[in-house]
């Protein structure tokens, strides 16, 4: 298995409108396959590429072009401008797990093997998916699983963990399994532990806190007609991309001026989003729920 395979890669690096001297951000490098294509269309321009997992730095290439800083995207515009640069052309972002996260399962990012409950992405950070279900309270517990899964029983899954740790730590995803199994529908059991898996990773990494902090720095960020391209894979990172791109907030509350007409930082490409094709899907399961959204800056 490749360290990862992108999804919507043409779309997306179409979608980013690239000049080759302009100044670009991946802020998702992962396995470098956005970067490695934005790198082939410049010439005298620049690439800064952000990820805060250790292992992705081992995937960047020797490259004039290409600055890669191991951090948090959270830390776009200090990071930026501490090497000097105060605006930019285009910005990409890939959100999600990699495949080379899953399959390390001592990362306990799946629920197919057993292995300790950490899913860090930055395996420096001190909060684990462990440290999480072992100290909140109930409530606590139940507005991560209701909030980052949608999950509709959530205060019930809560209540189970609590009592599991009651007896003995929620360390491992045996543990989990063995804590709520007994709540997951027929038949829907992968749906539900992908539900559960996606709360506890969100909660554990800050994930939609953090998008939201990095896309309004995008915006102060981008020269007018710079690019703004972000791929989801789930409902409430998209519903915060598209939100932001339709009104500049993350309510998609409409300012409207004196005339009617919507005020927002952003024209919108594609308006609906492009998804892959059922080519794209067959070969790149991940892709199955990858949406891409693409923006431009109007002034």
Do not use: W
């Not at 001297?21 to 490098?29: E, L, Q």
């Not at 899953?102 to 292995?115: L, N, S, V, Y």
């Not at 395996?123 to 109930?138: F, R, S, W």
């Not at 038949?187 to 539900?195: C, G, L, W």
């Amino acid at each position: 298995m490749a360290y990862h395979i992108p999804a919507l890669l043409n779309e997306s690096i179409d979608g980013l409108n690239i000049r080759p001297d302009g100044i670009y951000v991946d802020v998702t490098f992962g396995g470098g396959g956005h970067s490695m294509e934005i790198l082939k269309r410049l010439q005298t321009g620049r690439l800064i590429a952000f990820d805060q997992d250790e292992d992705a730095a081992l995937n960047a290439p020797a490259d004039k072009k290409l600055l890669f800083l191991d951090q948090n995207f959270r830390f776009l515009e200090n990071n930026l401008k501490f090497n000097n640069i105060n605006s930019i052309d285009g910005l990409i972002a890939d959100l999600g797990v990699s495949f080379h996260q899953f399959d390390e399962p001592e990362r306990g990012f799946t629920f197919r093997q057993d292995a300790p409950l950490d899913m860090r992405m930055n395996k420096g950070g001190q909060v684990t998916a462990a440290t999480i279900l072992n100290t909140l309270d109930e409530a606590s517990l139940a507005d991560i699983f209701y909030n980052y899964g949608e999950l509709t029983n959530s205060r019930r899954i809560a209540r189970e963990i609590v009592s599991a740790r009651a007896v003995r730590p929620v360390n491992s995803v045996n543990h989990i399994i063995d804590a709520i199994g007994k709540l997951a529908p027929f038949r829907q059991e992968h749906k539900f532990y992908a539900k559960v898996f996606q709360a506890l990773r969100i909660a554990v990494n800050h994930e939609i806190e953090y998008l939201k902090e990095m896309l309004e720095q995008s915006l102060s960020l981008l020269n007018t007609g710079g690019r703004l391209v972000v791929i989801t894979y789930h409902s409430l990172e998209d519903r915060v991309v598209k939100n932001f791109m339709k009104t500049g907030n993350f309510e998609g509350e409409e300012k409207k001026d004196f005339y009617g007409n919507i005020e927002t930082p952003f024209r919108i490409i594609n308006k609906k989003g492009t998804t892959p094709g059922d080519e794209e899907v067959a070969n790149n399961n991940r892709a199955r729920s990858a949406r891409l959204r693409i923006a431009e800056k109007v002034g």
